[in-house]
């Protein structure tokens, strides 16, 4: 009992001194890795590393898709880096989509603050979950699922995304088929889809091939 009683002081007085580190402000200048961005030294951190305000104006949605989404990752918002968390704004006009697309690193949890959006996800089963959210209504994304988000009514949409991780990645499913230069051939044969399709897609979308 005595030996047992030794070891666990032992172990607390360990712990007690054990070097922790409270944060770890990304070094923008160095490359990230899957562990994040390593840190900048303590001494030249400041108080406007942990603070953005990059989303209280609204995303540019003159675009393809009538919709702008403005992260707040590691690489905008150093405070985050190894943290675990990270958020972006999501602003969908009329019309607006956010794509097809998955967070390979992260899950998601939006929150809507004004419109409608109607949002979605598919599971690795092939099961659909889909719902029509409003100011105020919540819904979860689960890491590396295939998920979108669509204008739901007449007026503008918001919302907020946060994730489970300071670098949750991003890979839109279209603009991964049709943005690049996998050569045509080979995605009409793993799509399905005829010539005529796969190069107007590619077409619209700047992919070559």
């Known amino acids: 009992m005595i030996h047992i009683f030794l070891i666990l002081c032992s172990l607390f007085t360990f712990s007690t001194h054990a070097a922790v580190q409270d944060f770890c402000v990304a070094d923008l200048k160095g490359p990230e890795s899957p562990a994040g961005y390593s840190c900048i030294p303590a001494a030249k951190v400041i108080v406007d590393d942990f603070v953005s305000t990059s989303l209280r104006g609204a995303g540019n949605t003159s675009n393809i898709i009538k919709a702008a989404v403005s992260p707040a990752f590691a690489a905008q918002f150093p405070g985050v880096n190894g943290l675990g968390i990270s958020i972006a704004r999501l602003d969908l006009s009329p019309g607006g989509v956010i794509p097809m697309h998955t967070h390979p690193g992260g899950s998601e949890l939006l929150l809507v603050t004004q419109g409608f959006i109607k949002a979605g996800f598919i599971s690795s089963a092939n099961t659909v979950y889909v719902k ?6 919540i819904m979860v994304f689960p890491q590396g699922l295939l998920h979108f988000q669509v204008n739901a009514g007449g007026v503008t949409a918001v919302g907020f995304a946060s994730f489970s991780s300071a670098s949750p990645g991003l890979q839109i499913t279209d603009f991964a088929l049709f943005a690049n230069d996998l050569p ?11 010539d ?3 190069k107007k897609l590619k077409s619209v979308l700047g992919g070559t091939g």
């Open 184 to 194: 045509s051939s080979l995605v009409e044969m793993t799509t399905f889809l005829d």
């Open 196 to 198: 005529a399709t796969v």
């Open 132 to 137: 029509t959210l409003k100011k105020g209504d």
